[in-house]
Structure formats: structure tokens, C-alpha cells
């Protein structure tokens, strides 16, 4: 059988467009969820044995099932011994771009749209994503609502002053949601590119490059800082030598000791943390790679791009000593629960498709990486899901279940607030009114094959 493979060829493709896949039809006038245990999440709840009925795009009542009606004309979806939640977020996504088939990049939205995904921001644009998010805001497509940066602002693109300013502007002009900000930008470059967007009115994220470092760079105020980039640097005594790969070289030098003053600064400056702690778990752990790539979900990635990922953490694995692995891993894991602890923001994202990270699949490990650095469930799940509307100004239509809201919703087979891992226990998934029973989404992975 053929599978649906993250970067197949273009013969593959052809047939999984999302708009013509089999339950991605135009939303029912009215659907149902009857008797279902609802998960609000603007609180740590269950409300048990209700009713939530949508027409269109929206949620109209909720209640107690004793009191709310199912419609006579209403889709009826059984909820019994079920949890209804909010769609998650993967707030540090990447979408194809450049000459990527339209198929390829329908394919990798209908993966995130599977796993319960409602909203996706992209951290690498091309004016390609400008197009789709309006076809996806028109509802043309069954996949997640995109927000996305325009091209990187790196040490190539962005080289000097006069460059950089003019790509802020460019990309306001062009109706980017944010600039994403990538490594090797110089500290005055990087200043003007902070100035110019704060006088424009485009927030910028991301990276933390070297030449700025996290200091000067919490004082520009992100809008998000992705990875704990510069996080690991910044705790590095005097002395230390460059950094490799997020600092994992560097854990002979780090002092725990400054976690409280930099976890201080990152509140004040009111700074949103997006971990992708998955990511950098995967590639520094001790788990075998090539144990790794028989994970159910690699099904959907290519052969070839899992094979560099097994050769890369291969190359880690003997590069750098297992007491300094583990030590990259602890004082991340220190390091989230601490700033989770002052209040700072959490956006749940996991880097997908990099290393090791298989679109949708990868949000639901990001949860349990979370957890295991010493959040509950509930915020774990906040993170992706109210913090997200937070984020984004829409608290008011979207980000938890309640009447009046938009209808992005994963219905459950067990509850994710007592067990994370539930969250990937997907029965179907609704985005904007429109529903995919897990039978049908099973199809479309399927489909080609």
C-alpha cells in the first residue's frame, strides 16, 4: 500500500486535495453533540452529560442534555463516555512553500487538521501562504486557520540596515501577520528591524541571534521567543565557547543560579515562550533512532527525510557526551516550569516537520513533554488552546466551548485532564462547523494507497 507520505512526489499527491476529500463537505446546517462530556477550558472542569449544538460556524446552545433539545434536523454525534474540547494550536508550524505541489501543501494541513489542529502558525512564509490563508479563512479547504510570518530575517537576508528596514516594510505592505526572526541577524540590524516594526505595527518572533543575545533581546520585546533560544547561553558562565545547537555544548558552564533574574526579565518583558521542547528532546535523548523512526505516525513522513534525521541524532549521540544530553534536557525541563511558575505565557508548539516531528502527530508529544517538565495537563492543554486566543485577540469567539463560539472542536475517547496522552485518543475533529468522524479521517490518511 501506498502511504501518505510528508513530501511524496507529485504523483502521490494528486489525488488529496483537502477540498474534495469525503467529509471535508460544506458544513451541515446543524450537528449535534449529545451527551457528551464537555472540557470548557476557562476552567479546570468536566462538565458531564451534555448537549452542544452548532449551526454553521458556530456554537448556538450548550447545556445540560436533560435540558437542551437536539434538533430534529440536527447530526446526530453520540458523546456518551466522550470529551468535547477546543481544537489545539501548533503555534510553531511549517507549511511547503516555494514550488511545492498545491497537493503537498493541502496534504501536510490535512495532517495537522487530523490530529485535532484548528490553528497553525507558520514560521517560515512565502507569498504562496498569504493565498491560502484567505482560502482557508473562506472556508475552502478543511484545515486550520493559518497565521504566518513572511520570509526569515537571518544574517543572509538581512545583512544590513537599510535591507532589513525595507523587508519590515515590504512585509507589512504585504499583509504578513508577523516577522519571524531566524539566527545570524547583528545586534544593529536586529534593533532596526525592532524599531521599524514597532512604528509599523508588526510584531516580531522567534530566534535569538547570537550578536543580540536574550538580554538585549527580551528588551526589544518579542512577541514570542521559540525554543528557549539563548536561554542556555544566557545561564553560561564567562568563559564558555560558542554555542552549538541551542547551547547543548555548553552545559560544563551553565549556572542554575540565574534562572530566577532571567525568568524575572522574560515576565517583565512580557514575552510569550513557544518551547518545541519535543524537538530538542528527540535529538538529544538516548532513545535509539532507528527505533524512533518505527513510530506509528512515521507512516506519514518521507523515508528519505527520516533517514537524515536518524543520521543526525546519530552525529549528536557521538558528539556529545550522554551527562550532557541529559543535562540539556533537565535545565530546559527546569527552566519551562520555572517561567510556567512566574506566569509567563505558554503557546504550545513542537517545530513541525523538523527533526523528528511528523505534522499533528508531534503537538500531542509536545503536551506530554510539557507535563513531564512539570505542568498539569490543564496548562499544558491551555497552552494550546485558550493562551492561543489570548494570544491572538479572539478570546471572544474562539479558544474554549462555550455558546457563541466558533465550532473548532476534537471530540475525545478519554480525558486528556487526567491523562495528556488522551488528547491523541481522537474520535473525529470539527473545524468551523465542519465535522470529520475519525472513520473518515482514517480514510483520508489512507487514501492513494
Not at 169 to 197: C, E, N, S, W
Not at 294 to 316: G, N
Request: glycine share 8%.
Amino acid at each position: 500500500m501506498k502511504k501518505l507520505l510528508v513530501g511524496a512526489p507529485l504523483s502521490l499527491c494528486l489525488a488529496l486535495t483537502v477540498s474534495a476529500w469525503p467529509g471535508a463537505q460544506a458544513p451541515d446546517p446543524v450537528v449535534a453533540f449529545a451527551n457528551v462530556n464537555v472540557i470548557p477550558m476557562d476552567r479546570e472542569t468536566v462538565l458531564a452529560d451534555q448537549t452542544a449544538v452548532i449551526r454553521g460556524d458556530r456554537i448556538v446552545e450548550i447545556g445540560p442534555a436533560a435540558r437542551v433539545k437536539v434538533p430534529d434536523a440536527a447530526t446526530r454525534i453520540d458523546g456518551r463516555g466522550r470529551y468535547l474540547m477546543p481544537a489545539l494550536a501548533e503555534m510553531h508550524a511549517h507549511v511547503p512553500g516555494g514550488n511545492a505541489p498545491d497537493a503537498a501543501i493541502e496534504r501536510v494541513l490535512f495532517l495537522y487538521a487530523a490530529n485535532g489542529i484548528g490553528t497553525i502558525r507558520g514560521m517560515l512564509g512565502h507569498p504562496r501562504h498569504l493565498t491560502l490563508r484567505d482560502r482557508i479563512a473562506k472556508g475552502e479547504l478543511w484545515a486550520p486557520r493559518l497565521y504566518t510570518s513572511g520570509p526569515s530575517f537571518n544574517g543572509n537576508t538581512a545583512a544590513t540596515i537599510e535591507v532589513a528596514t525595507e523587508m519590515v516594510l515590504d512585509q507589512k505592505a504585504a499583509g504578513y501577520d508577523f516577522l519571524k526572526i531566524h539566527p545570524g541577524v547583528p545586534r544593529a540590524v536586529m534593533d532596526a528591524v525592532a524599531a521599524t516594526a514597532k512604528k509599523a505595527g508588526i510584531p516580531f518572533a522567534g530566534h535569538v541571534p547570537a550578536d543580540v543575545g536574550l538580554h538585549h533581546a527580551l528588551e526589544l520585546k518579542p512577541l514570542t521567543v521559540d525554543h528557549l533560544d539563548g536561554y542556555i547561553e544566557a545561564l553560561a558562565r564567562q568563559g564558555a565557547p560558542a554555542s552549538q545547537w541551542f547551547g547543548v555544548n555548553l552545559m560544563d558552564y551553565v549556572d542554575e543560579a540565574r534562572i530566577p533574574q532571567i525568568v524575572r526579565d522574560t515576565k517583565a518583558a512580557g514575552t510569550w515562550m513557544v518551547t518545541t521542547e519535543i524537538l530538542l528532546e528527540h535529538t538529544t535523548s538516548d532513545e535509539d533512532p532507528e527505533a524512533m523512526a518505527k513510530w506509528p505516525e512515521f507512516r506519514y513522513a518521507d523515508p528519505k527525510q527520516v533517514a537524515q534525521w536518524i543520521a543526525t541524532k546519530k552525529k549528536m549521540m557521538a558528539d556529545v557526551a550522554p551527562a550532557s544530553r541529559a543535562r540539556f534536557i533537565q535545565v530546559h525541563r527546569t527552566l519551562i516550569k520555572a517561567l510556567n511558575d512566574a506566569g509567563v505565557p505558554f503557546l504550545l508548539g513542537s517545530d513541525a516537520p523538523q527533526m523528528w516531528n511528523v505534522p499533528g502527530f508531534s503537538v500531542h508529544r509536545e503536551l506530554k513533554a510539557l507535563v513531564a517538565s512539570g505542568l498539569s495537563p490543564y496548562q499544558a492543554l491551555t497552552a494550546g488552546t485558550r493562551n492561543v486566543a489570548v494570544f491572538f485577540g479572539t478570546l471572544e469567539t474562539t479558544g474554549t466551548v462555550a455558546s457563541g463560539k466558533r465550532a473548532d472542536l476534537i471530540l475525545l475517547d478519554a480525558n486528556p485532564l487526567a491523562d495528556v496522552a488522551n488528547s491523541s485518543k481522537i474520535a473525529g475533529v470539527m473545524l468551523a462547523g465542519r465535522w470529520m468522524a475519525r472513520g473518515d479521517i482514517d480514510t483520508r490518511l489512507e487514501a492513494g494507497h
